[in-house]
Nanobody
């Protein structure tokens, strides 16, 4: 089993930045791919970013490129998400997830373990 716990959410002003962390524990070696997803009310789960075990191959959708960065510290079993220039469309619950494999993936169906999520609200 793998346990994931997100932190860093809260209320953020529009135009500001966001820094989230996800601490992983358990059999993390079995699910080396780490990803971030988000889900706003009445919207489908959306892929935000993913990163390989080495951190050398981040995957970010075109819609978020330039605003999002993902990184990881394997010594701390922690993955990070930074997002800037926030707007109301970024309001959502942000989830950390872990998947097996070698390359980061954008489909939530590949991810086996999920954190409980952290809520981010962007105020205008």
């Amino acid at each position: 089993q793998v346990k994931l716990v997100e932190s860093g959410g809260g209320l953020v002003q529009a135009g500001g930045s966001l820094n989230l962390s996800c601490a992983a524990s358990g059999r993390t070696f079995s699910v080396p791919i780490m990803g971030w997803f988000r889900q706003a009310p009445d919207r489908e789960r959306e892929f935000v970013a993913a990163i390989s075990a080495s951190g050398a191959s981040p995957l970010i959708p075109d819609s978020l490129k330039g605003r999002v960065a993902i990184s990881r510290d394997n010594a701390k079993n922690t993955v990070y998400l930074q997002m800037n220039s926030l707007n109301s469309e970024d309001t959502a619950v942000y989830y950390c997830a872990a998947a097996p494999g070698r390359m980061p993936l954008g489909s939530w169906r590949h991810y086996q373990f999920w954190g409980p999520g952290t809520r981010v609200t962007v105020s205008s």
